[in-house]
């Protein structure tokens, strides 16, 4: 399968756009999609547990939702992840020297909060929104996430797969983890408790897992590091390869490949929540999120 379709795909929605560029920002369609998917994913959620909390208590909930509260939540999901990872590698978060993606997450869940009416989640909005996810989840693991890793400035770090790996998944999953720790989501006070990843089988959320394994399969792709490089030439030889060294395949094309990837794997988490495929099996206690 030819992946030409894909690549220019991600060409034409990763270039700046209108009004942005008026002002000298580079934001993207992409970017636009990806902000507006969360604020109203997150928006459905919420929903969905103030009703869950009615049902099970017969109660409305004692605190009112407060939009800075929602905000918090939305920021913390984004940008919490790098607050905790930018310390320990050395390098400053983006929404320290940027207003833009900040300003930018609180103006669209502005805007989803006062839309009258939303749908609730259900496998025919999901599962096309699932494409989208494997493409927007793509560009933060392989175009946003490897560059300041390989990039160091210390030697070390710059050629250790195991801080690309470990970037990988605190940034992506670091957000939802404290979130979860204090249940910003949740339609009650805010209160300190196990967040979803410790719990039974949480380790298995497809978030967890495909952070790394897909920005490690970018790396070994594209040679990001010597290890990946070294790996990659070693994979060719076990399965018959000449033993000649193995060319990398270029950025566009391996991020267009994890994206399909991606895709995949979203779509199968949808399908299993929603009760498509799984429905009587071992797979029932595993929580594929």
Known sequence: MSLQPFIS????AVEPIAPFTWFGTKVCSLDLVAVFRLCIALRQMRENLHAKHQRATGETPAEERSFVRDACAVLTIVFGGEAIIG???????????????PGLYIAAHAIVEYIPVLPSMSLNTELPLSIVDGFTRAMLLCSLIPPPVITHTSPVIASSPWSLLLSSLVITNGGFFITNMFSFI???PLTLTTPDELKPYGWTATDIWSAPLITGLYALLTHAQPFWAEFHGTISTVLGGTGNKVEPMDPESARALCALILAGMFSTRTAKNFGLIWKKSIAEKIKIQ
């Open 9 to 12: 795909l991600y060409r034409y």
């Open 87 to 101: 310390p320990l590698l050395g390098i400053l978060p983006s929404f320290m020297f940027s207003s833009v993606f």
């Open 186 to 188: 949740e339609p009650t």
